[in-house]
């Protein structure tokens, strides 16, 4: 990812904001008017992206679909339920592939669960995130020296789930994030320890719509990323944890022997503020906004009223074909406001298990021009025994 950057915290900005969002311009044309590009901006871009095949196939769905090595990301305490007692999978994600060729985020993940079907049950869960953003020239400001900066953020997480009884299950999970742009001015050093939460809840219940049609109905919730804000130039300046709230409903239904859907909807919200003022004022009181603060005023601080607080909103829809516990269709549709982000577009992917051994695949075609997430492939392979 070559880049021409003076050393300013706009710079900073900048970088989360093509990551996060993928470099959208800030404006854009719809039906002949001007429309404001105005996101939620956030820091740790690795926070924001799905880092598993299966729910990205699946319009990014993850609270209500089955448990499997991923759960840690979206919905760790559905991971109790688990019918398997310890797996492991590898993710690889070429990242923006529209615009640059050496982004990537590569994803290693693990469960260990134990207990009695029906009765209490645990699950143990670990991963590791590596984000690689690829080398940047940069111009220091007052020498004009060139150097070459390799940005690169890493997320390890630890977890725990529980499942009550057969109805109700509880998760929680800390993350140890570092966000490391690689240069140093003075004192100040573009790098970012933190430290963030995920807690979550799920119920779910057997359901009978005939004879014939028995399944598992979910509902569940997220918060996730809930964490401290992040300063990248020495606490001039600094960016919110991208902590989302996640609210799903979904399920499987056994609709001939062999033959099972599953269809899930999901709406997020991100907890952090809306920003869009060059005030100094009004930017001095963001930088010492508490994450509480962010995180309660985010339902209504959108300058556009609770109009605007809708366009917050993303909406997830996905889809599963199962046949025989071994292969797998997938597809989906994700949804995000085009003034909010690029994130929209169609998904479909293939999964297939073959003894212990599981492959999944998944691509994103964007419903969004020039959107730089178009063409977004994701290979995943894992074991389960």
């Known amino acids: 990812m070559k880049r021409l950057m003076g050393w300013r915290r706009e710079v900073l900005w900048g970088i989360c904001l093509l990551l996060w969002i993928g470099g959208y311009n800030a404006t854009a044309q719809e039906k002949g008017s001007a429309r404001t590009f105005s996101p939620v901006l956030t820091g740790a871009p690795i926070l924001s992206i799905t880092p598993d095949a299966r729910s990205a196939s699946m319009g990014e769905v993850g609270l209500t679909t089955t448990a499997d090595a991923h759960s840690i990301f979206h919905n760790i305490s559905k991971l109790a339920y688990i019918d398997k007692e ?7 994600t070429p990242w923006l592939s529209e615009v640059s060729r050496d982004i990537s985020l590569s994803t290693l993940s693990a469960y260990y669960a134990w207990g009695n079907t029906g009765s209490v049950n645990h699950a143990m869960s670990a991963s590791v995130r590596y984000f690689h953003i690829g080398e940047a020239m940069a111009f220091q400001r007052e020498t004009l020296l060139p150097m070459t900066i390799v940005p690169y953020e890493l997320a390890l997480d630890l977890g725990y789930s529980i499942a009550l ?5 509880l998760g929680a999970s800390l993350r140890y994030l570092r966000s490391d742009y690689n240069y140093s001015v003075g004192e100040v050093k573009g790098a970012v320890n933190n430290v963030l ?4 809840a799920t119920f779910q219940t057997d359901i009978s719509l005939t004879e014939d049609l028995k399944g598992t109905l979910r509902v569940a919730m997220a918060l996730n990323n809930v964490g401290n804000k992040m ?8 960016l919110f944890a991208p902590a989302v709230m996640r609210i799903g409903v979904g399920g499987d239904l056994d609709v001939a ?15 952090a503020p809306t920003f869009n003022s060059n005030d100094r004022k009004a930017r001095k009181g963001y930088d010492q906004m508490s994450m509480w603060s962010a995180m309660g005023g985010s339902f209504n601080d959108a300058t556009g009223g609770v109009a605007e607080e809708f366009k917050e909103v993303a909406w997830l829809v996905g889809a599963e074909y199962t046949y025989d516990n071994r292969l797998f269709v997938r597809s989906g549709f994700h949804y995000q406001h085009p003034s909010k982000g690029t994130n929209s577009g169609f998904t479909f992917g293939l999964g297939l298990i073959y003894e212990w051994a599981k492959v999944d695949l998944s691509y994103m075609l964007a419903t969004q021009a020039n959107s730089p997430l178009n063409n977004t492939l994701r290979l995943g392979v894992g074991i389960n025994f």
Not at 165 to 169: F, R
Not at 197 to 200: E, F, P, Q, R, W
Not at 264 to 270: I, P, Q, R
């Open 86 to 92: 310890w797996g492991l999978s590898f993710v690889y």
């Open 231 to 238: 300063s990248y130039d020495g606490g001039r300046s600094y």
């Open 197 to 200: 939460a995920d807690l979550s």
């Open 257 to 271: 022997p062999q033959h099972r859907v599953g269809l899930h909807l999901e709406a997020n919200k991100l907890l």
């Open 165 to 169: 009884n057969k109805h109700w299950a």
